[in-house]
């Protein structure tokens, strides 16, 4: 049975984030610093340049903001190594059998528009992001730990149904898009039983 779930996305004034500190968009950064998340279901924490982060129920950790270079990511089963570029965002797939796909995310936090990131941790070969009030797609023909973004007009509020082969397995109502930030969507579950969350971008120190 596709889960029909309400979300209400909490909007949080960030100030300029010193360390320890959480936004929803990173201000006064250092240009030599890069932005990175991990993915990764049924682990709590990931360990993350030598600090442990939380993963939270949505399988997600915050964007971490860190020196450029070769960052460590371990979690309970495994590790890696990522080359984080000044300036960009990555995320870290990693995939329920322990394989790792390192992305990059085209976040802009564009002045007039939302970033909207869609991560299929489901066993659905073929995910599309459907928006019903513009009844087109977001996304369309994602594979299992595969990730896709783009930009939308902001501000708005929209429902969102996750599709598979015309049929809807799991929807989310009312998500808010706000300017300058991003929103991210996961799909998780397998035969026919998912979960389908969304998170704001948040970013850590």
């Not at 023909?141 to 708005?156: F, G, I, K, N, V």
Request: charge should be negative; aromatic fraction near 8%.
């Amino acid at each position: 049975m596709p889960r029909f779930l309400n979300l209400l996305i909490l909007c949080l004034f960030a100030l300029p984030l010193r360390a320890g500190d959480v936004g929803l968009y990173p201000d006064a950064i250092d240009p030599n610093a890069g932005f990175l998340r991990v993915a990764v279901q049924d682990e709590g924490f990931v360990n993350i340049a030598g600090k442990s982060r939380r993963i939270g129920v949505h399988g997600l950790s915050d964007f971490q903001i860190l020196p450029a270079g070769l960052i460590e990511v371990a979690w309970s089963t495994g590790q890696t190594w990522v080359e984080l570029p000044a300036g960009r965002h990555l995320s870290v797939l990693i995939a329920a059998d322990g394989q790792v796909e390192t992305r990059e995310d085209p976040i802009a936090n564009h002045p007039a528009k939302a970033d909207v990131t869609l991560i299929n941790s489901s066993d659905l070969s073929d995910l599309a992001l459907f928006v019903p009030q513009a009844k087109a797609d977001v996304f369309s023909a994602l594979a299992p730990d595969q990730m896709a973004t783009r930009a939308l007009r902001a501000p708005l509020t929209l429902d969102f149904e996750f599709r598979a082969e015309g049929e809807t397995m799991a929807s989310l109502i009312g998500v808010q898009l706000l300017r300058k930030t991003g929103v991210t969507f996961v799909l998780s579950g397998t035969v026919g039983d998912y979960t389908a969350q969304a998170m704001p971008n948040r970013y850590e120190r």
